[in-house]
Nanobody
Framework: QVRLVETGGGAVQAGGSLRLSCAASDLQYYAMGWFRRAPGKERAFVAAISQSGVNYFYADSVQGRFTISRDNAKNTGYLQMDSLKPEDTAEYYC???????????????WGQGTQVTVTS
C-alpha cells in the first residue's frame, strides 16, 4: 500500500554531507523515519519525525549532525547528514508508520534501502 523509495546515497569522505530522500505517494499520512544497518552490526534507529513534522528525535550517535525533515506537499521525507564519519557507513532505510512517530520501530512499511559509504 505504501511503497517507499530512498535516494541520495553514495560515497563521501569523512566530514562530508549527503541528503537522503524518501518518497511515497501517500507518505504525508504517516509518521516516518530512518534506520540503518552497518556492516557486522544490528539494525539501528537513526531518526524519526511525526506525521505533522512538528515532532522529531534522533539517536545519540547522530544528534547534532543529522537533520530529519519532511515536505508533506511533496510526500517526501529527508535526512540531511552532515559531518559524516566512517562509522555512519551503512545501508539506510526509510520507514513509514501509521501510528505515533515515537513508536517508529513498529513501522508498517520499509524501503529497499540506499547505501551510504563514508571513507576516512
Amino acid at each position: 500500500q505504501v511503497r517507499l523509495v530512498e535516494t541520495g546515497g553514495g560515497a563521501v569522505q569523512a566530514g562530508g554531507s549527503l541528503r537522503l530522500s524518501c518518497a511515497a505517494s501517500d507518505l504525508q499520512y504517516y509518521a516516518m523515519g530512518w534506520f540503518r544497518r552497518a556492516p557486522g552490526k544490528e539494525r539501528a534507529f537513526v531518526a524519526a519525525i511525526s506525521q505533522s513534522g512538528v515532532n522529531y528525535f534522533y539517536a545519540d550517535s547522530v544528534q547534532g549532525r543529522f537533520t530529519i525533515s519532511r515536505d508533506n506537499a511533496k510526500n517526501t521525507g529527508y535526512l540531511q547528514m552532515d559531518s559524516l564519519k566512517p562509522e555512519d557507513t551503512a545501508e539506510y532505510y526509510c520507514v513509514a508508520h501509521a501510528g505515533s512517530y515515537y513508536n517508529i520501530r513498529k513501522s508498517n512499511y520499509w524501503g529497499q534501502g540506499t547505501q551510504v559509504t563514508v571513507t576516512s
